[in-house]
């Protein structure tokens, strides 16, 4: 979910993700033996496993796991000078955003230090996420020649599986579509919503809603609507709810800012949106460019 950073990385095969998995967990734990019980039941997320290719590897990983930093052998005063010179330049994330990021960043600046194949992205990863880089290994236990992108999500498990939850859909939607789609149901009334901590208001920077019913409930109490958890799990369920239960006036801005969203991310255009991207691809600027291109709309695409 967190896209490609690395830039040398493969999709991997249905059949590859767990035995990569099991090296992946292997080698991680020679950098981290004390935090064995922490890291074992990290939890895939989204569309991994229900694919025959995925495109990267999404873990939950428990904010939890880090109360104590001694189980990851950390250094303490490390992280304390990384917290202090985060909170001199923080906006507007909170002490314990910026102490969770501390840590993570000094778990990345472990994992680069050490003998492994795993690879950290020093400069992307944070608070919410760790972005790793490692081979892909096959049933045999023998690297493919590939790479393949492992993002350990940190935060709730539960709201974590939530946000990046992915149906198994034909045609090209992917989990990403469904996610974007309540981040622009969100934004569109003034909030964030974080895959990582809940959502956010824009104004107050106060987090409303950090459990996946507190969320539901604010967007319908927003917009006036009676969703679900399993309506709002599938993106063609969700879409069709918003056709009938939204303003025409609310409707339409949502489009409006979801096909925003959607065009700097590397992904189609659901196709039952792609007449109205059509209709106002110049009232909304949008360019294509990161269309596949086998799209529909490629043609449509602005140099």
């Known amino acids: 979910m967190g896209g490609n950073v690395f830039g040398n990385t493969a999709s991997i095969k249905r059949e590859d993700i767990k035995p990569t998995l099991k090296e992946f967990i292997r080698q991680f734990k020679s950098i981290f033996p004390k935090a064995e019980t922490h890291f074992s039941g990290m939890k895939t997320l989204g569309s991994v496993g229900k694919k025959d290719i995925s495109g990267d590897i999404d873990l939950a990983l428990a904010g939890s796991s880090f109360d104590d930093v001694d189980d990851w052998g950390l250094d303490r005063n490390h992280i304390m000078k990384l917290f202090e010179g985060f909170k001199k330049r923080a906006r507007t994330s909170s002490d314990e955003q910026l102490m969770k990021r501390a840590v993570v960043v000094t778990i990345a600046e472990k994992i680069n230090n050490a003998n492994t194949e795993i690879l950290a992205d020093m400069k992307g990863s944070g608070a919410g996420t760790l972005f790793l880089l ?20 940190i935060g709730d498990v539960d709201w974590l599986e939530f946000a990046y939850y992915s149906a198994t859909y034909k045609g090209n939607v992917k989990g990403l579509h469904r996610t974007q789609l309540l981040v622009s149901l969100f934004s569109h009334k003034g909030y964030t919503f974080s895959h990582n901590y809940g959502v956010k208001n824009k104004e107050t920077q106060e987090i409303e809603a950090n459990t996946p019913d507190q969320a ?15 309506t709002i799990s599938d993106y063609f369920k969700l879409i069709d709810a918003l056709k009938s239960q939204l303003t025409e006036q609310d409707l339409h801005a949502v489009y409006d800012t979801y096909l925003k969203i959607l065009d700097s991310t590397r992904c189609d255009i659901p196709e039952d949106l792609q007449q109205y991207w059509i209709d106002n691809q110049q009232r909304l600027g949008l360019k294509g460019k990161f269309l596949p ?10 140099a």
Do not use: M, W
Not at 216 to 230: A, P, Q, S, V
């Open 134 to 153: 490692f081979p892909q290994y096959n049933e045999a236990g023998e690297t493919v020649g590939s790479n393949v992108q492992i993002d350990i999500n």
């Open 216 to 230: 539901i409930t604010l967007l319908n109490k927003l917009y006036g609507t009676n969703l679900d958890r399993d």
């Open 293 to 302: 291109d086998d799209s529909n709309l490629a043609k449509y695409k602005v």
